[in-house]
């Protein structure tokens, strides 16, 4: 398993600098490993591992670069539920754990570290002192993966009969014997529009 600090010294050259969150990632992450006891993420155990997110924020890009689970690989999974917490899936036993942070920790790193000036940086220090205990919140859980979701899947692909885009991985509704893409069957679920002449 590789230490906090080399992890720590990767997580500022690839996210841009280092902050609580940073910290805070590569934490959650080395204690999802330990737990699985998965040693090598990034290299013999690579294709083991398929860990969740549930926020965008500083600490998931830590969270990526600590397991070495990215989007491009299918191993990243974004849940976008705003908390700042993951799942660590180890696809070799079937086991899970979702590790949450704790609430009072900002709090602590007030009382705790006074004299360092700015709430950030009171943070990065508790976040790499205090033990996991007083950081996360753990617990053991069953994540039920469609085979449709896992790395290395190619999945249906068929073509829009509407649009013709090609949709990959079997996203498509089948809406009146028509292979349709979820913008085409969907459109309310779209997250754009089309922008108006002129706009
Ligand atoms: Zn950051
Ligand atoms: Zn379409």
Request: aromatic fraction near 6%.
């Amino acid at each position: 398993m590789e230490s906090l600090d080399d992890l720590l010294r990767q997580a500022e050259a690839t996210h841009g600098h280092l902050c609580a969150g940073q910290v805070l990632g590569v934490r959650m992450a080395l204690l999802g490993l330990a737990r699985l006891g998965i040693a090598d993420p990034r290299g013999a155990d690579r294709k083991r591992l398929i860990t969740y997110v549930e926020i965008d924020r500083c600490a998931t890009d830590a969270i990526a670069l600590a397991t070495g689970c990215r989007l491009g690989k299918r191993a990243l999974k974004f849940r976008d539920w705003g908390k700042m917490a993951a799942t660590f899936v180890d696809l070799g036993s079937g086991r899970a754990l979702r590790i949450a942070a704790l609430e009072d920790t900002r709090e602590l790193a007030d009382e705790l570290y006074p004299h360092l000036e700015t709430k950030g940086r009171r943070q990065l220090q508790a976040y790499r002192e205090l033990p996991d205990a007083q950081l996360f919140r753990e617990q053991w859980v069953r994540v039920d993966i469609d085979p449709a979701d896992l790395p290395g899947r190619s999945g249906d692909r068929i073509v829009c009969q509407r649009c013709g885009e090609g949709v990959n991985f079997g996203r498509f509704y089948l809406v009146n014997g028509e292979s349709l893409c979820l913008t085409c069957a969907r459109p309310e679920l779209r997250y754009w529009k089309p922008a108006a002449p002129g706009e």
